[in-house]
């Protein structure tokens, strides 16, 4: 049997209060969240890191003081392995975790794969949406740091793969199943935020969003009205909207309740479960709204967890270097399958 390694890509999060500082650092030294020189890079995360700790420490404090990404991405490798072992036959499959801004980092994953010895390598992003500030930016860190000769197969994006919509349906469908009057309620599918110049120089994630929620819509046949929108929103830039807190007030002043899908978060983590059940829930109370229906993340859900299985199947029975669930309409500069080919 062909040993096979999947490294799932995530953000990674603190593990108690005081890793929050050189959390924020790693974040924001990164060359694909910042665009600045090196030094003066460096200089900013360090101020950011500096400025933003006791705030962020605050928000962590909420969970317990750290974050619970990486037990929540344990538990998805973990369903994930089960899933391959009952379904792909003649492989050894082997899940692995690696985060880009906190323990287990990519860098330190690929030693731990190596020395398992695999014979392919998929590369499984839990970002359904390309980015190049998640998905890029996990790709490139894992080419700089693996110098073995096993085959490795990319996951660029799978913002429309048929499992992970139907996961975010049956969700959906759950929380709004007692809901006697659609036109009372509007549905925000949120998604994190970037700042629009990063949209304007080629990055797809936007329109990934908006595929992904056209889907969903599509296979959900609801009365109830939506709209996509776009939280976390920091510094002085202009970011891609309309922002979730607005449109949260906007909507509670309408006269309307919501119902709040995470669409482009696969795991609850402090955008979820601070940011949108406390910070936003808070919003919602003042402008009116009277009933909050926030939609869990897709989690573990065997859907999700089957179409993360459906995207490795996909990835061993190709030779190409990066495979997609999505055809973006033109060719953008960041396209892991420019950069492969």
Known sequence: MKKVAVLLFNLGGPLESKDVKPFLYNLFKDKYIISLPFGLRHFVARMISTTREKPAQANYNFMGGGSPILAQTQAQANALAAYAEKTIKGAEVKTFIGMRYWHPFVEDTVKDIDAWGPDEIVLLPLYPQFSKTTTLSSLSAFKKAYKGRAKVTAVCCYPENDFFIKAQVDLIRAAIKDIKNPD??????????????????????????????????????????????????????????????????????????????????????????????????????????????????????????????????????????????????????????????
């Not at 061993?316 to 669930?325: G, K």
């Open 184 to 341: 009372g309620y509007r549905i925000l599918f949120s998604a994190h935020g970037l700042p629009e110049k990063v949209i304007q120089e080629g990055d797809p994630y936007q329109a990934q969003v908006e595929a992904t929620v056209a889907k969903v819509m599509a296979e959900l046949k609801t009365d109830i009205d939506h709209v996509i929108c776009y939280q976390s929103r920091v510094g002085p830039l202009k970011w891609i909207g309309p922002a979730t807190d607005e449109t949260i007030t906007q909507t509670g002043q309408s006269g309307k309740n919501i119902v709040l899908v995470p669409i482009a978060f696969v795991s609850e983590h402090i955008e979820t479960l601070v940011e949108l059940d406390i910070e936003y829930k808070h919003l919602a109370d003042v402008a009116g709204v009277s009933s909050y229906i926030r939609v869990p993340a897709v989690g573990t859900n065997p859907d999700y967890i089957r179409a993360l299985g459906d995207q490795i199947l996909k990835a061993l029975a190709t030779t190409e270097a990066v495979i997609s669930d999505h055809a973006c309409a033109t060719c953008h500069s960041h396209c892991p399958k420019l950069k492969a080919a």
